[in-house]
Antibody
Framework: QVTLKESGPALVKTTQTLTLTCTFS??????????VIWIRQPPGKALEWLAH???????FYRTSLKTRLTISKDTSKNQVVLTMTNMDPVDTATYYC??????????????WGQGTTVTVSS | SYELTQPPSVSVSPGQTARITCSGD??????AHWYQQKPGQAPVMVIY???ERPSGIPERFSGSSTGTTVTLTISGVQAEDEADYYC??????????FGTGTKVTVL
């Protein structure tokens, strides 16, 4: 069974750095054509792709947030970490991780974590 | 930046058919996927690669594609289908975009 779970602080202050961890099971990020994605959703708003990391360590970032985001993986721990610097109240959102496994023929985000809510306050 | 446009809301009576459109210039070149999100829950994939249905998703969910528009169709809508629906695609091989979202209300 494939599962993902996000963890991190529920509250951060303005200008601080947010660190979120996605811990997964049921698959390996060393498997060819595997990808883990971070997505966020501000309250009452649409989903927004942030970044993703591939099995071969390729990394991609949302253009508007590229200078603030870093994504990394620890294959031995089955974890993907996302850091976002200089947090602002507009970054208040539920943050999700999900996976894509191109090797299965499914090019979509087939399994999602439950999400973790982050509030940014001054 | 690339956008996927959906109608904000669709209302449908139980047993009727709901159709949700998603428009984007790159859709002829990139697959589209659809997600259902109920209040307080994570999204769930209901359609991938324009028209494929994941295992466990009811047959009343189907997808189609014509030019720059993809459509999610829910046939014989049930009360449990009331949710927000998002399309998702790529604007290149390496970056993703979600649609603006559609709230489906079952009357």
């Amino acid at each position: 069974q494939v599962t993902l779970k996000e963890s991190g602080p529920a509250l951060v202050k303005t200008t601080q750095t947010l660190t979120l961890t996605c811990t997964f099971s049921g698959f390996s990020l060393s498997t060819n054509e595997m990808r883990v994605i971070w997505i966020r959703q501000p309250p009452g708003k649409a989903l927004e792709w942030l970044a993703h990391i591939d099995w071969d360590d390729d990394r991609f970032y949302r253009t508007s947030l590229k200078t603030r985001l870093t994504i990394s993986k620890d294959t031995s721990k089955n974890q993907v970490v996302l850091t976002m610097t200089n947090m602002d109240p507009v970054d208040t959102a539920t943050y999700y991780c999900a996976r894509i496994f191109y090797g299965s023929g499914n090019y979509g985000m087939d399994v999602w974590g439950q999400g973790t809510t982050v509030t940014v306050s001054s | 930046s690339y956008e996927l446009t959906q109608p904000p809301s669709v209302s449908v009576s139980p047993g009727q058919t709901a159709r949700i459109t998603c428009s984007g210039d790159a859709l002829p070149k990139q697959y589209a996927h659809w997600y259902q999100q109920k209040p307080g829950q994570a999204p769930v994939m209901v359609i991938y690669k324009d028209s494929e249905r994941p295992s466990g998703i009811p047959e009343r969910f189907s997808g189609s594609s014509t030019g720059t528009t993809v459509t999610l169709t829910i046939s014989g809508v049930q009360a449990e289908d009331e949710a927000d629906y998002y399309c998702q695609s790529a604007d290149s091989s390496s970056t993703y975009v979600f649609g603006t979202g559609t709230k489906v209300t079952v009357l």
